[in-house]
């Protein structure tokens, strides 16, 4: 759009490709070229100041001592390349995304942060070892799938479906923490653990009789994998706005710092509840 003849050549070209296909295969009348140039070119006038070279900028930014911060999108286990494959997205959902997106360089990536959830959570199909089996269509499953998913508001936030609930498995997450190169947890909704009596945590597979920490080469090797689970009390007692780490149950405490001893990462960010001001943030990312 920053050259107007060369994209009308280009736009003739591709139309007239198009058009082909609409009239001859599906019979339907042909898209107007020269209306679709006029709303191109109006279009083209609205954006074209915020047209840049996004990848100078960035580094102009690092070289003046400037925070740059990239946000990722969907799970690790969701990656095209290090997921579940065949039940994963289209894309590199990794920390290493933001390299290939943006044209930033690996080293030049300090910190990375991983959100993570107090529970485990997966939307669609896909292996779920330490899931808590729950049918929100008709009310039969779990109790405590039942519970995560309810309190949680366990739905996906564009195609509102169910996701399914369960245990915090510590074998796919150190997986994820690895191909991320995490460098600090941000441990969110912990407060919907608030009512539990017991909390397991998954530390291992059994698979054919052996006990490992390394996740199948593929999604089918799930379906063999037993969880061990570790338990750890429950704290029965409301996290929501909690303003400190001290001020949170011991027995909070216990399962936030069990957490940072299996994955050998600190958790810097704790979340206890939906608004802002229920973030306890330890240690900020950018100092």
């Known amino acids: 759009m920053l050259d107007p003849e060369l994209f009308a050549t280009k736009l003739e070209e591709v139309m007239e ?5 609409l009239t001859n295969y599906y019979g339907v009348d042909a898209v107007d070229y020269q209306t679709t140039l006029d709303e191109a070119m109006a279009q083209a006038k609205l954006i074209k100041h915020m047209i840049t070279d996004v990848t100078e900028e960035i580094h102009q930014n690092i070289a003046n001592g400037k925070n740059t911060l990239f946000e990722g999108a ?3 286990l969701l990656d095209i390349d290090q997921g579940t494959y065949p039940f994963v997205t289209s894309s590199n959902t990794t920390s290493g995304g933001a390299v290939t997106g943006s044209g930033v360089g690996v080293t030049d990536i ?3 942060l991983g959100i993570v959830k107090a529970y485990t959570t997966r939307v669609g199909g896909g292996p779920f070892p330490t899931e808590l089996i729950y049918d929100v269509t008709t009310d039969e499953g779990d109790d405590i799938g039942k519970e995560l998913g309810t309190i949680g508001c366990e739905f996906g936030a564009t195609t509102g479906r169910q996701r399914r609930c369960g245990w915090l ?11 991320n190169a995490v460098t600090g947890i941000c441990l969110t909704k912990l407060d919907v653990m608030d009512n539990l009596d017991t909390i397991k945590i998954c530390i291992a597979y059994e698979i054919d009789g052996e006990e490992t920490t390394i996740p199948p080469y593929a999604a089918e090797g799930y379906a063999k994998a037993n969880p061990i689970y570790i338990d ?3 704290w029965k007692t409301s996290t929501i706005g909690t303003s ?3 001020s949170l149950p011991i027995e909070a ?4 710092r069990k957490i940072e001893e299996l994955s050998n990462l600190p958790v810097d960010i704790l979340s206890t509840g ?5 973030t306890l943030i330890l240690k900020h990312p950018f100092e």
């Not at 939906?274 to 229920?278: G, L, S, V």
Request: proline fraction near 5%; hydrophobic fraction near 30%.
């Open 17 to 21: 490709y198009h058009n082909f296909a």
């Open 74 to 76: 969907q799970g690790a």
């Open 110 to 112: 300090d910190y990375v």
């Open 169 to 179: 498995d510590m074998v796919t997450l150190n997986r994820s923490f690895n191909i």
């Open 232 to 234: 750890m009390p429950g």
């Open 244 to 246: 400190s780490f001290d």
């Open 253 to 256: 405490q216990n399962y936030i």
């Open 274 to 278: 939906p608004d802002r001001d229920e």
